[in-house]
């Protein structure tokens, strides 16, 4: 079967002869990751950045340049590999575990952090539940036991089991500040991006609160940092509202979209203004704009746009919109499936 651009293209063609020999109608993805980076750096108007690898790195600019996009490419490009995107970890219900062993309880309960270790070393389960449906872990975030929430982690207690009221067990230690047993648990794999049993997400627990160092942990692991709560509302909001200064400072430099609009329709920096928030409107204004970061294009439509639009090719750029409407974007994806994987099978 021919490939679609090849029908597009020749349409294109047609009516370019007819205005006369114009620019020539061709089309060719980036071949490298600085040829990629260049064009997308002049699409957004930041010239002094259209060559930096090559500058910076001499002989080495491709290999900078892919270190540096890899993760970009990945998130972009994934359907063109028939990727899927990760699973989160399952949350296992604290009532479908068995029922911890007496004496191991106990320890856990009192903060026997050596009974603990030696109960565990014996063989005992450690993903065990207590009478309540709590999970056995639970016991132990919750009191701010570090050590044996480390040990009872390393021994194989789910990190994401669900406790009595269904919440994430990681939410008790985001809940209460714990902040060092919210670390043991993002290291041993919990879920950042779980949401309690009110659909609200954990770091929401945390910006609510002003739990500063928990938020920067659960950042820093990666929580989405533009989702948004139960209401539809962004977390930034959330933070602004309560005027929480250092929560705004931490959710901008970790590339909070300062543009989202809340269930209302209003921005942060308006309800910042509104409350007379002024610190907070500085740091709002500082923040550059969503608009205006550089960031790979999003869809193949929109990478489609800017490389055509770089080679000269201006009847191209609209042409998957124009020609499949609604379907553009499935429609781009299926033509450029292979220049995707030839171009940047380095990412993968």
């Not at 026997?112 to 030696?118: I, L, S």
């Not at 067990?169 to 009110?198: C, E, K, M, T, Y």
């Not at 550059?288 to 869809?299: C, D, H, K, R």
Request: glycine letters at 8%; a negative charge; hydrophobic letters at 45%.
């Amino acid at each position: 079967m021919r490939r679609i651009r090849t029908v597009l293209i020749a349409a294109v063609v047609a009516v370019a002869v007819a205005a006369a020999v114009a620019t020539p109608v061709f089309a060719q993805w980036p071949t490298t990751c600085v040829d990629l980076n260049d064009i997308v750096e002049q699409h957004l108007g930041r010239t002094n950045n259209v060559g930096i690898y090559q500058r910076v790195f001499g002989d080495q600019a491709e290999a900078a340049c892919q270190g540096d996009h890899r993760e970009d490419v990945r998130g972009v490009f994934a359907w063109a590999f028939g990727l899927a995107a990760p699973a989160p970890p399952p949350a296992v219900a604290g009532s479908s575990l068995p029922l911890a062993n007496d004496a191991l309880y106990s320890a856990v309960w009192r903060g026997q952090t050596e009974q603990v270790r030696a109960l565990v070393a014996s063989g005992l389960n450690a993903n065990t539940r207590n009478s309540d449906n709590d999970p056995l872990i639970y016991s132990a975030i919750w009191r701010n036991y570090v050590d044996i929430v480390r040990i009872l982690a390393d021994a194989g207690a789910n990190v994401n089991a669900l406790d009595s009221d269904g919440d994430p067990v990681l939410r008790s230690a985001v809940w209460r500040d714990h902040a060092n047993v919210v670390q043991v648990l993002v290291d041993a794999g919990a879920n950042v991006d779980a949401r309690d049993s009110d659909g609200d997400p954990l770091l929401r627990e945390a910006i609510w609160r002003d739990h500063t160092n928990v938020a920067r942990i659960l950042v820093d692991a990666g929580a989405d940092v533009n989702a948004r709560d139960s209401d539809g509302d962004p977390l930034l909001f959330e933070a602004v509202w309560r005027g929480h200064t250092e929560m705004v400072r931490i959710l901008v430099n970790a590339g909070v979209d300062v543009n989202a609009r809340d269930s209302d329709g209003d921005t942060a920096l308006g309800e910042a203004q509104w409350r007379g928030y002024n610190e907070i409107v500085q740091i709002l204004l500082a923040a550059p704009a969503v608009e205006a970061e550089l960031g790979w294009p999003t869809t193949c439509v929109d990478l489609n746009d800017i490389v055509e639009n770089h080679l000269g090719n201006h009847n191209n750029v609209g042409i998957y919109q124009k020609v499949f409407g609604d379907q553009a974007e499935a429609g781009c994806q299926n033509d450029h499936r292979e220049d995707v994987r030839g171009v940047f099978a380095w990412a993968f």
